[in-house]
């Protein structure tokens, strides 16, 4: 908008109270891109993907909702995805 040009950014976990520099190269931008499109493919079809529990999941707001350790169970009720998605029924 300005025509600057952005190299480093900054990333602040409000739990930790830690805030993390973050450079911006042309691959994490295409990165970003293509992370933008497929969320909102996922927001389109009204689908979740599969949660995968990980080291990141144990300070997740979202984990309650989530279930990450439940892996196998048949497809979210539409209530939980409206709730992920903020969609009204």
């Known amino acids: 908008m300005f025509g600057l040009e952005i190299n480093k950014g900054a990333i602040y976990y409000f739990?930790?109270?830690r805030r993390r520099e973050v450079l911006?190269?042309?691959e994490l931008r295409e990165l970003t891109k293509k992370t933008i499109i497929d969320a909102r493919a996922l927001i389109i079809s009204r689908t979740v993907p599969?949660?995968?529990?990980?080291q990141r999941c144990i300070n997740c707001s979202l984990m309650d909702l989530c279930q990450p350790r439940n892996t196998g169970l048949p497809?979210?009720?539409?209530?939980?995805?409206?709730q992920l998605?903020?969609?009204e029924d």
Request: no cysteine; net charge positive.
């Open 50 to 54: 599969k949660a995968e529990f990980n």
């Open 75 to 82: 497809i979210l009720s539409k209530s939980t995805i409206a």
């Open 85 to 87: 998605y903020s969609i």
């Open 15 to 17: 739990s930790s109270r």
């Open 24 to 26: 911006i190269s042309q």
